[in-house]
């Protein structure tokens, strides 16, 4: 079976993205890959597998490598004489922007290209943590409350401490930040102000259980991954999530009674359906009190959160054949035409 692996992108998270690109090799060792790399100028590079390096990037290696361009239904490679085309479904393994924010998912849909990942709408209410808030409240999740500021705000923050100040539309903890007393705001707001002119102050849950849950819709049921707790200190920070881009290996489950677990699936079933088909997701979640809580999705998660799941070749295979169809209209110029007979022409 045919799969390019799509990676890189011009985002805060492009270093990441090639990680989660070099794990993939490993985990989809039955797939017929191509790799094709997007570099932060937004040219495309058909990479060899033996070159799948993180030092190919850092050095510049790519740049003498295949260039691609999207054409409908795929890449195409010119060449002197004719040229050499590469039509198979992209799996979007771009973390951030470009790849999470639906700039890729528009390309993609243009060129009628198919591709595991989240839409375009999907992409946008996910990225931006504010329109994450809202989508979660549309469908009846609950999730942390929060304040919104904005570059050039009075820096008044009306969420008690100790609270997390992090930027809405960035991932892998990059620019978050615990502030527990009125002499670390100022420094918290410049850091999570480098990386987005918005940010969202959450109030800093003690000691709260966090859970993480994959899964994607394969027919009429959603194939989910097992639940994880994952290990952290105060919060999980880059440190922490930066292993998950790298990670083979399976995690263990997590020590939860049946029911907890069903509401958490029920949650993830609610945020997903009618939004994310196509797409395999984490989210992660709150629990306080018994009470589920959304903390954020993640559209493109780490490694695709291979480590989750029993039999991630096979996920992604049965995936592959439950893509969604973008409906195109037909364009037949009826109305031109009736114009034009009305005139005699």
Known sequence: MKLAILFGGASFEHEISIVSAVTMKEKLRRFELRFIFCDQDHRFYLIDP???????????????????????????????????RYEMPVLNLIHGADGEDGTIASLLDFYKIAYIGPRSAASMLSYDKRYTKWLAEAVGVKTVAYEVLHAGDARQVKTAMPFIVKPARLGSSIGVSIVRDGSQLDYALDVAFEFDECVLIEPFIEGVKEYNLAGCRIGREIRFSIVEEPQKNEFL???????DFSRTSAVCEAD?????????????????????EGALIRCDFFMVEGEVLLNEINPIPGSMGNYLFEDFEQTIAELLHNLPEKRMPQVDYRYIHSINAAKGK
């Open 50 to 84: 033996k070159a799948m390096m993180a030092k190919t990037f850092a050095s510049g290696e790519y740049k003498k490598m295949p260039e691609l361009q999207p054409e409908l239904g795929g890449f195409v490679r010119r060449k002197l004489f004719g040229a050499e």
């Open 237 to 243: 920070d880059f440190d922490k999530k930066y292993l």
């Open 256 to 276: 939860l009674e049946a029911a907890d677990v069903a509401r958490l699936k029920s949650a993830f079933e609610a945020i997903y359906s009618g939004l994310f």
